[in-house]
């Protein structure tokens, strides 16, 4: 059964970088079929997408963060890694991350792909303070 | 890339029906499949509904998804009290940007 768990410092300065880190346990980064995503929530407000990777390197960002965000994968360490720069009190979240799944489906003969996060980690609060 | 809209809150008695509706566009909800996540209180997200109407194995049947046009909905039947969370509506858009619903909290009487 594959487990996410974030971690990474609870507290960052404004203006520094925020880095959290996720590792994979009871499966592999290095799958063709799994995207490796980031979701924040600040506290009593909704879910925020903020992007993902592929083990290929491939990103996806939110454009509302893209400027200010990085997302790596680490294959030798079975990790990814979320850095956010310039960060202000309006970063201050429970941050998630989260397997999404790549399945191949059909309708009427057409072939797609969909996605959902079927794995998610438990969370970890980040706190932007000085 | 717009955030999807759901109604803010639900409320219904044990042993009824609730829907919860989700609202997008032709780029995002017409286009794309749509997932859905219950968030009980103070845990993660879990997947619910995706593919717009698969339940995930150990998702009871009481719960049902559906999707027409720009639309999606989410029914739970034979409301209990261990259904009331926060229920969050998602997809992707023509860039495969992923965007979530503002989120729906049950309140179960």
């Known amino acids: 059964q594959m487990q996410l768990q974030e971690s990474g410092p609870g507290l960052v300065k404004p203006s520094q970088t925020l880095s959290l880190t996720c590792s994979v346990s009871g499966g592999s980064v290095n799958n063709d079929n799994s995207f490796w995503s980031w979701v924040r929530q600040p506290a009593g407000k909704g879910l925020e997408w903020i992007g993902r990777?592929?083990?290929?390197?491939?990103?996806k960002y939110n454009p509302s963060l893209k400027r200010r965000v990085t997302i790596s994968v680490h294959t030798s360490r079975n990790q990814f890694s979320l850095k956010l720069s310039s960060v202000t009190a309006a970063d201050t979240a429970v941050y998630y991350c989260?397997?999404?799944?790549?399945?191949?489906?059909?309708?009427?003969?057409?072939?797609?792909?969909?996605?959902?996060?079927?794995?998610w980690g438990k969370g970890t609060s980040v706190t932007v303070s000085s | 890339q717009s955030m999807l809209t759901q109604p803010p809150s639900a409320s219904a008695t044990p042993g009824q029906r609730v829907t919860i509706s989700c609202s997008g566009g032709?780029?995002?909800?017409?286009?794309?499949?749509v997932n859905w996540y219950q968030q009980l209180p103070g845990t993660a997200p879990k997947l619910l509904i995706y593919r717009n109407n698969q339940r995930p194995s150990g998702v009871p049947d009481r719960f049902s998804g559906s999707k027409s046009g720009t639309s999606a909905s989410l029914a739970i039947n034979g409301l209990q009290s261990e259904d009331e969370a926060d229920y969050y509506c998602a997809t992707w858009d023509d860039s495969l940007i992923g965007v979530f619903g503002g989120g729906t909290k049950l309140t179960v009487l």
């Open positions: 989260a397997r999404d799944l790549r399945v191949r489906g059909y309708t009427y003969g057409y072939g797609y792909y969909y996605y959902y996060m079927d794995v």
């Open positions: 032709s780029s995002d909800i017409e286009t794309n499949p």
């Open positions: 990777i592929h083990t290929t390197g491939s990103t």
